[in-house]
């Protein structure tokens, strides 16, 4: 990269213009954590936490979120998103649980920030939902893992086993 695409000649934010951009489906994966105390995981999956489901209400803060990362992230484009899945998986050897998101479109600009977005949210909304258990949980480890088309083409972390 040369040049930061976000700013103009003269130094100024500006959102890029994508409208000569030829449309493509475009994917994005991202994942990240929330590490807790072994007795805050064994809660959840209990479905003991006083807030209710933890695993329901953190994938659609999620999808919510990502749907709505033009209104949280400066200069990002709003896009009409096709594809929003957010995955919740308890990990016992964190102890914790472990988010992934996958976006698509069929756009001009990619879905790495609704990918990400997602993520951030769904961890956050865990850490919301559990804290009365656990006021030392770490959401950690919020990544970008994968994505395709686009103009600069497709992307797989070479580190898929470095996990938190």
């Known amino acids: 990269m040369s040049r930061l ?21 475009r994917m994005a994966v991202a994942e990240g954590a929330v590490i807790m105390q072994a007795g805050t995981l064994a809660a959840i999956l209990a479905g ?18 990502a749907k709505r990362t033009h209104e949280l992230i400066p200069l990002c484009h709003p896009l009409p998103l096709t594809r929003i899945a957010v995955e919740i ?30 993520v951030s949210v769904a961890c956050l909304t865990i850490y919301d939902m ?25 992307f797989r972390r070479d580190d898929p086993g ?3």
Request: aromatic share 2%; charged share 30%.
């Open 5 to 25: 695409t976000h700013l103009d000649a003269s130094g100024e934010a500006s959102m890029v213009d994508v409208g000569d951009k030829d449309e493509t489906v």
């Open 130 to 154: 559990a804290k009365a258990m656990d006021r030392a949980m770490t959401i950690t480890n919020i990544r970008l893992t994968q994505k395709s088309g686009g103009k600069s083409g497709d």
């Open 162 to 164: 470095a996990r938190v």
């Open 89 to 118: 998986e308890p990990d016992e050897a964190l102890p914790g649980l472990r988010v992934s998101a996958s976006t698509r479109v069929t756009g001009r600009t990619g879905v790495e920030m609704e990918a990400l977005t997602a």
């Open 48 to 65: 003991n936490a006083k807030k209710g489901d933890v695993f329901g209400t953190a994938r659609i803060a999620g999808i919510m979120a």
